[in-house]
């Protein structure tokens, strides 16, 4: 079932600082790579995504690089900031089919 | 309507009680997903409706789960005889033609 592996399982960042979260899969069909973010009480709310045939793909703060020959891919946090501690999640999909990585429990530092 | 409605938030229910949640997904979307959440781990995928049709219900857990959606809008997971291993967020997400799945906040089932 667990296709997609995440570290590290708990981040602690300064504010201010990057935040870097790794997540590996083993399916080469997988085709679209989201992230989400989840705090405590709510469901998982869509971050970031990407698709196999780019490398990288940055929105605002957030960045995912994307290594199609490693099968890994990862989410860059630029200037952390304290409302940024959640649980990111990745996931690689495949049509009705989403797996998810474990999570990583971010804390950033004020 | 501006996202994804589960009822109840909360459920607590004794083993062996049967219990059913549902799902409201955002209006335009065809596509709905059932999740578990257990403490600590990602959301496990149970089962999808394309409109009315349950297009993949193998990953349901046992055959004590079930899940409908009988006009192709909201949507009802059932488990019956419940089990102290069924504590869990039972998530819903509805999803557009373009990937994008938004989630509800979930049912959190505790079985006491």
């Known amino acids: 079932q667990q296709q997609v592996k995440q570290s590290p399982q708990s981040l602690i960042v300064q504010k201010g600082g990057i935040s870097i979260i790794n997540c590996a899969y083993e399916?080469?069909?997988?085709?679209?790579f989201p992230w989400y973010q989840q705090f405590p009480g709510k469901g998982p709310a869509l971050l970031i995504a990407?698709?196999?045939?780019?490398s990288e793909k940055k929105e605002g703060r957030f960045t995912i690089s994307f290594n199609k020959s490693a099968k890994q891919f990862s989410l860059h946090i630029m200037d952390s900031q304290p409302g940024d501690s959640a649980t990111y999640f990745c996931?690689?999909?495949?049509?009705?089919?989403?797996?998810f990585g474990a999570g990583t429990r971010l804390t950033v530092k004020p | 309507d501006t996202g994804v409605s589960q009822n109840p938030r909360h459920k607590i229910t004794k083993r062996g009680q049967n219990v059913t949640f549902r799902c409201d997904p955002i209006s335009e979307h065809n596509r709905l997903y059932w999740y578990r959440q257990t403490l600590g781990q990602g959301p496990e995928f149970l089962t999808y409706f394309q409109n009315e049709a349950q297009l993949e219900k193998s990953r349901l857990l046992s055959d004590r789960f079930s899940a409908e959606r009988p006009k192709g809008s909201f949507s009802t997971l059932e488990i019956q005889r419940t089990e102290q291993g069924d504590s869990a967020m039972y998530l819903c997400?509805?999803?557009?033609?373009?990937?994008?799945?938004?989630f509800g906040s979930g049912t959190r089932l505790t079985v006491v």
């Open positions: 990407i698709r196999p045939d780019v």
């Open positions: 997400a509805s999803r557009d033609k373009n990937y994008g799945y938004t």
């Open positions: 399916n080469t069909a997988f085709d679209y």
């Open positions: 996931a690689a999909s495949m049509g009705h089919d989403m797996r």
